[in-house]
């Protein structure tokens, strides 16, 4: 069976890439398409997260088991078989990049294809340029202290100045994913 992923970016707006893997396939192998997809250094710490439909992460597999939390299950992306994880289409994926700034992918598994399969994972569509692999830190600071002011000036607003009693400000970020969709 052959698994079809979607990737697309929150940085980039009409960055997308579709990798189609075998289901025997390991993490580390998707890691490693998406990382020559993309052009990243293949051998820097990452994490891929099973998400539940509101993009919560629930599952981690690592690049590196780095010493966590014995209570906590850890999963290694070289270990880990694509198929032992992904059971439906739909299934939702955060394949965070940058550790430092929690910067990440956003995958969806697409399609199964039945009857088939791949003896690499393989990039099948490349639209867009990648976000950069790293950014400046005080430059993310920046864009994060912007970001602060700006929620905190919409907190000031009252619901009359949207018009709507049911206005919820933190609709905003989880609607922006909740509704994101995958068409090409």
Do not use: H
């Not at 293949?42 to 993009?55: A, P």
């Not at 694509?82 to 399609?111: C, H, N, P, S």
């Amino acid at each position: 069976m052959i698994f079809n992923f979607r990737i697309v970016s929150d940085e980039v707006d009409n960055f997308k890439r579709e990798i189609k893997a075998d289901a025997t396939a390991t993490f580390l192998d998707l890691k490693n398409a998406i990382c020559d997809a993309v052009g990243y250094d293949k051998n820097q710490m990452s994490s891929f997260y099973l998400c539940d439909r509101n993009w919560e992460k629930e599952k981690e597999i690592t690049f590196e088991d780095m010493d966590s939390d014995a209570d906590q299950d850890i999963w290694l992306m070289d270990e880990a078989v694509l198929g032992d994880f992904i059971e439906d289409e739909g299934q939702k994926i955060l394949y965070v990049f940058d550790y430092m700034t929690d910067r990440a992918f956003f995958i969806v598994m697409t399609e199964m294809i039945t009857g088939k399969s791949l003896k690499d994972p393989v990039c099948t569509l490349s639209l867009g340029q990648a976000p950069p692999e790293f950014v400046d830190l005080d430059e993310f600071d920046a864009k994060i202290d912007a970001k602060t002011v700006a929620a905190a000036s919409v907190d000031d607003l009252d619901e009359e100045f949207y018009g709507n009693d049911s206005y919820n400000p933190d609709e905003f970020d989880a609607a922006s994913f909740d509704e994101m969709t995958f068409d090409d």
